[in-house]
């Protein structure tokens, strides 16, 4: 079955602290990893798609990296405004119809 | 260009009701879907269309209808509210180009409470 995991639920840093958040993901033949922000009372908005092992993409404190197995968000020296929830997600193995599986969710504050 | 729209915002039902979720994009956009989002649940798919008169089930249909009459529109209709309907629902849409995976743009979203 495929499924997407996401962790921690929650987070919370420092501003200054780096960390990262975890994506797993179980689906066949992947077809991109997406990554998405959701801000408070907001729809999720897209940060990154990654396609292959070993791809990593970077956003101003954001870089994004996958493996065969797993994503991950690394955020470097987080500021107040980079809180929000991010969602990650895939397509699933055996549908090309743009759906996507999201995990639960990484609910991040960052405290000035 | 306004990307996804979602009325109403907020509502409240009573059980048994039935309203309609409006979602409007004007992107020209083929695909369209509709999630739900409860607490701690990520986002789950309800419905979804890959053109005008085209639409499919996705994880979680039961309670919900949709239609797609332009590639404009897809409103997500809820017959006979349930407090389990209690959610926030999303509408987004996307380009499938042929070969390779597509980015969802989302609406804002409407939260919708049966009591």
């Known amino acids: 079955e495929d499924q997407v995991t996401q962790s921690p639920e929650a987070l919370r840093l420092q501003e200054g602290e780096s960390s990262s958040l975890n994506c797993s993901y179980t689906?066949?033949?992947?077809?991109?990893l997406f990554w998405y922000r959701q801000d408070p009372g907001k729809g999720p908005e897209f940060l990154f798609t990654?396609?292959?092992a070993g791809e990593e993409k970077e956003k101003e404190r954001l870089k994004a990296t996958l493996t065969k197995k797993e994503s991950f968000l690394h955020i470097t020296a987080p500021k107040p405004e980079d809180s929000a929830t991010y969602l990650c997600?895939?397509?699933?193995?055996?549908?090309?119809?743009?759906?996507?599986?999201f995990g639960q969710g990484t609910t991040l504050q960052v405290k000035p | 260009n306004a990307g996804v729209t979602q009325t109403p915002k907020f509502r409240i039902l009573k059980i048994g009701q039935s309203m309609t979720l409006q979602c409007t994009q004007d992107m020209n956009h083929n695909y369209m879907y509709w999630y739900r989002q409860d607490p701690g649940m990520g986002l789950k798919l309800i419905y979804y269309s890959v053109g005008a008169g085209i639409t499919d089930k996705g994880e979680v249909p039961n309670g919900y209808n949709v239609s797609r009459s332009t590639t404009e529109d897809f409103p997500l209709r809820l017959e006979l509210a349930a407090p389990s309907q209690t959610s926030v629902y999303f509408c987004?849409?996307?380009?499938?180009?042929?070969?390779?995976?597509?980015?969802?743009?989302f609406g804002a979203g409407s939260r919708l409470t049966v009591l």
């Open positions: 689906v066949s033949g992947l077809r991109g």
């Open positions: 997600a895939v397509p699933p193995g055996s549908s090309n119809t743009g759906k996507l599986i």
């Open positions: 990654l396609y292959s």
């Open positions: 987004a849409s996307s380009f499938q180009g042929p070969g390779g995976a597509n980015v969802l743009t």
